[in-house]
T-cell receptor, first 116, second 107 residues
Framework: NAGVTQTPKFQVLKTGQSMTLQCAQDMNHEYMSWYRQDPGMGLRLIHYSVGAGITDQGEVPNGYNVSRSTTEDFPLRLLSAAPSQTSVYFC???????????????FGEGSRLTVL | QKEVEQDPGPLSVPEGAIVSLNCTYSNSAFQYFMWYRQYSRKGPELLMYTYSSGNKEDGRFTAQVDKSSKYISLFIRDSQPSDSATYLCAPNNDMRFGAGTRLTVKP
């Protein structure tokens, strides 16, 4: 099992450019989520999904779009990149809480984005 | 107020020390409490979890929950340089995390 796979691992963008961070999981998890991690700020939730076709906003959603057309994939789109979006982005998946599950999150290796 | 609060540190201790990492939370509906460990330039991984109040021990690690005071603790005994990482606390039925405490164990 590959677990959670994120691409690309590194990306440099210019202000105003758009791009998509890809996330795929092969564990048949219903829950998927995107985080950004900045020094001293911890992991902040951007968007999440509790199943195909269902998405919702997290703590810091502005400037980002998501969609969930399949169980496996959950791409994160930056519509018009800004220097404030320079960060490390993590995708995670889980079975979700309840039904005997602890709700453990499985993370990808991260995508490092720099916006100039 | 964030639902989970954690002192980001950094915390530096000598090898062999007992480490105490702590979080507070505000939502009394939380049931499971998870501790994740994140090594530098890696994604977080679940270290251990505990349910409701009480202690759970796993080798050198002990997780403790006090629901009356909404206080979560992780203790590391005989700390090792390989324990150097960022430790993040989170309730299981919410996808939000504390800020994470960066720990360095010096040989």
């Amino acid at each position: 099992n590959a677990g959670v796979t994120q691409t690309p691992k590194f990306q440099v963008l210019k202000t105003g450019q758009s791009m998509t961070l890809q996330c795929a999981q092969d564990m048949n998890h219903e829950y998927m989520s995107w985080y950004r991690q900045d020094p001293g700020m911890g992991l902040r939730l951007i968007h999440y999904s509790v199943g195909a076709g269902i998405t919702d906003q997290g703590e810091v959603p502005n400037g980002y779009n998501v969609s969930r057309s399949t169980t496996e994939d959950f791409p994160l789109r930056l519509l018009s990149a800004a220097p404030s979006q320079t960060s490390v982005y993590f995708c995670a998946s889980s079975r979700g809480p309840g039904g005997g599950s602890t709700g453990e999150l499985f993370f990808g290796e991260g995508s490092r984005l720099t916006v100039l | 107020q964030k639902e989970v609060e954690q002192d980001p540190g950094p915390l530096s201790v000598p090898e062999g020390a007992i480490v105490s990492l702590n979080c507070t939370y505000s939502n009394s509906a939380f049931q499971y409490f998870m501790w994740y460990r994140q090594y530098s330039r890696k994604g977080p991984e679940l270290l251990m979890y505990t349910y409701s109040s009480g202690n759970k021990e796993d080798g050198r690690f002990t997780a403790q929950v006090d629901k009356s005071s909404k206080y979560i603790s992780l203790f590391i005994r005989d700390s090792q340089p390989s324990d150097s990482a960022t430790y993040l606390c989170a309730p299981n039925n919410d996808m939000r995390f504390g800020a994470g405490t960066r720990l360095t164990v010096k040989p």
